[in-house]
């Protein structure tokens, strides 16, 4: 019995993490916040001691507080998915994106790696650049100055994105979290311009390279929106593999 308990909004993680659940043969339960009795001053605590109590054994959540996911294995009985936690971590994305490259080129091992946008803000940047350094990987962050974060881990490097793509087996662009900064950080007119993918930036690609971008993309923002299905761009294929990443990670808990 599983619990998508999304406090913060979602489609790809929720709904795979649903598909996953189901194609595992578990019944699975998708709490809304604004039809629960959250809407009527009933505490976080309480509405997850309540799933609890009625036999909830997986909880897969989704938090905008970048610690009360970790807070709370400690405090509830039953096995906690994290599926994004406020700017920190987002690991399911990050096993997906880490399948979808293996796929496509064959190795995790030693790549060049680009990851160009809101970085500061984004937790699936955070964990990818945690994941990526297990496999020997070269990684260029890229994006507005304001939205690079403050330490550079050693097996990273601030670039100029037309530099560092030209040399990237994976360019991984990030949304831009409206959500998560002011309006003064980032000019959304010049960002595909300066940071985004246009026509003449994809021309600078390796022919091997793969696009890449977690979802929800902003079109004609991070990518032009023409070349979102690019023949270079396994978006869609990320999505796919979510599922198939999902249901591994469910197993992995059952077993
Ligand atoms: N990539 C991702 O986490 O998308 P959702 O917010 O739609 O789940």
Redesign the pocket.
Same mark, same amino acid.
């Given at each position: 019995m599983i619990a998508n308990l +999304?406090f913060?909004? $979602? @489609? !790809? @993680?929720? +709904? $795979?993490f649903e598909i996953a659940a189901k194609r595992l043969g578990g019944n699975i339960l998708n709490f809304n916040t604004d039809s629960s009795s959250l809407a009527k001053g009933e505490s976080l605590y309480d509405t997850i001691k309540t799933f609890e109590s009625l036999g909830v054994e997986i909880g897969i959540i !989704?938090h905008s507080d970048d610690s009360y996911i970790e807070s709370m294995q400690e405090i509830f009985n039953f096995s906690v998915v994290n599926? %994004?936690a406020g700017k920190f971590e987002?690991p399911s #994305?990050s096993l997906l994106d880490l399948y979808t490259i293996r796929q496509e080129i064959g190795t995790l091992e030693n790549l060049t790696v680009t990851i160009c946008g809101d970085i500061k803000n984004s937790r699936?940047a955070k964990s990818n650049i945690n994941a990526l350094e297990k496999f020997g990987a070269k990684v260029f962050l890229c994006g507005p100055d304001d939205l690079l974060p403050k330490e550079i881990p050693s097996h990273c490097e601030v670039a100029k994105i037309d530099e560092a793509i030209v040399k990237s087996d994976v360019v991984m662009f990030l949304?831009v979290q409206h959500e998560r900064h002011t309006d003064s950080e980032v000019n959304i007119k010049t960002y595909n311009q300066n940071y985004g993918l246009n026509d003449k930036r994809v021309e600078l690609l390796k022919d091997s390279a793969i696009i890449m971008h &977690? %979802? &929800?993309v902003n079109r004609d923002v991070e990518i032009a929106t023409h070349l979102v299905e690019h023949e270079k761009s396994r978006i869609f294929k #990320?999505?796919e593999n %979510?599922v198939y990443t999902r249901m591994a990670i469910l197993e992995w808990i059952v077993s």
């Open positions: +999304f913060e909004n $979602s @489609t !790809r @993680t929720k +709904f $795979s !989704r599926a %994004g987002h #994305q699936v949304r &977690p %979802g &929800p #990320q999505m %979510g």
